[in-house]
């Protein structure tokens, strides 16, 4: 760049459709569209929460109480909204659970923080405050939090009905419960250093419609939703050697360009005959590895179909994937790609049973190298397992956390209410700004405690002044039961929770929020303002603080 063109105009670096806001507009713009994603999970969190409707731009309807659910399900279009639901996706992979309170904590600290920002603090004063009380808070959790013995099947059932509560699976909540903690202990193994090491991809779920989820049950091995590829095949086998094979049992395509001309019967009879030469092929190659159960990902062709029923071989076709994976662990296979190279020690060893009432075949694996349970949920009706399903898939999370950590506090707010009393005598000894910061970050987590009064009808205000005052006096598990409606420790009411939800709940919030804060220049190739349409909250000219796709739900919020 010449000297001369750096003393000139400024230079115009952005087309001309290109909207640009700075500096509050910005903060106040972003900390809308963050705050806007928060409210309208809010009414979701804890047993009393309602569920939402949410329908696809297909028609599909989803059923769901579960904060990650209901913000990727929600055509969000906004860049900062966006951000948010990342908090929500970050604490579902980590934690599995608490994705409602992630976001709803990560809403209040923007909201606190604006008002910060009212006041002329400097946003990277309250971004500094929020880290070090963020920082303080995980501490403060692993402090309070108890140690349990992870092997209270009693407890480990507490921390799963404390998680289905409010779900679908609540129903049910002690025939589940139990069987999440079978399943979670069926795959818990001792580390190197005695450690308890859960693994979850040994736990598959599978679920059926017709029956009540009462009736879900815990199997060894797999359950796989599919029929005999031909009626003559065996349905079940006792003593089977099972290959898995994602390779398609069929005549291999020849190039879909080339043609072929055929001049006359015999031409045909012989082309015919090749192609049932490789088929026959195909079926003696799984024939010489000893397999008499074959699961396929792919396609058998009918006429292999047919050989394969003559040998006396179940043959599954179009298995799902992930059934196949699973499958490899049940039954100490390996799935084989190529049938030219299947040899014997690629089968696995076990048996296969039909249930012809719900078309299921179970599969038990043999032997040392066998691993996996399934978790077979039943409900009426399709909306019921998927809702089910997200329910046990959080609950099995928590178990796990706390099964390898050991670590729980007590629920329905105490938690929150204690770490904001510690971080209020905390804030005494930071220095400048940031004790602000600090204060408006104990007032963030006790948000908790008040939307759970608030979506049980309770006064918010009342049972918070409660809280506190219990937590003064020493109470440290003094929570809100909603059940109840007292002030009471939780803990002892069975409301219990892994402590890892909870540090990753505050930092995914803190992250998220800081964030958003340090933005102070948003840059819009397009018209930033085609995003906008809810306006309240005095989003800044040009820039509502409006959500696109969020429009039609503003009866939500
Ligand atoms: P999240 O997505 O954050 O897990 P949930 O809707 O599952 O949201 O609600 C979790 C909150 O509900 C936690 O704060 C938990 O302590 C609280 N909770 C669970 N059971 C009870 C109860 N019986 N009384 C009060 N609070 C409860
Ligand atoms: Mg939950």
Redesign the pocket.
Known sequence: MSQRQRMGQPMIILGEDSQRVKDRDAQSYNIQAARAVAESVRS????K?MDKMLVSSMGDVTVT???VTILQEMDIDNPTAEMIIEVAETQEDEAG??????VAVAGELLKNAEDLLEQDIHPSAIIKGFHMASEQAREEVDDIAERVDTDDEALLRKVAE??M???GAELNKEVLGKLIVDAVRAVTVEGPDGENVVDLDFINIETQTGRAAGESELLEGAAIDKDPAHPDMPSDVEDAKVLLVNEPVEIEETDADASLSLDSPDQLQSFLDQEEEQLKKKVQQIVDTGANVVFCQKGIDDLAQHYLAKEGILAVRRAKKSDLKFLKEVLGARVVSDLDSAKESDLGHGSVTRDEADELFYVEGAGDDTHGVTLLLRGSTDHVVDELERGIT?ALDVVAATVSDGRVVA???AIEVEVARRLRSYADSVEGREQLAVEAFADSLEL?PRI?AENAGLDSIDTLVDLRAAHEDGQKRA?????SGEVED?FE?G?V?PAHAKEQ?LSSATEAANLVLKIDDIIAAGDLSTAGGDDEGGAPGGAPGGMGGMGGMGGMM
Do not use: C, Q, R, W
């Not at 659970?97 to 992630?102: P, R, S």
């Open positions: 979701t969190l804890g047993p929460g109480n579960d904060g659970d608490g994705t409602t309170t992630a404390t998680s509560t409010g779900k959080d629920g329905g707010g908790i759970l929570g809100l039961n909603v059940f939780t009411a409301v929770e709940a």
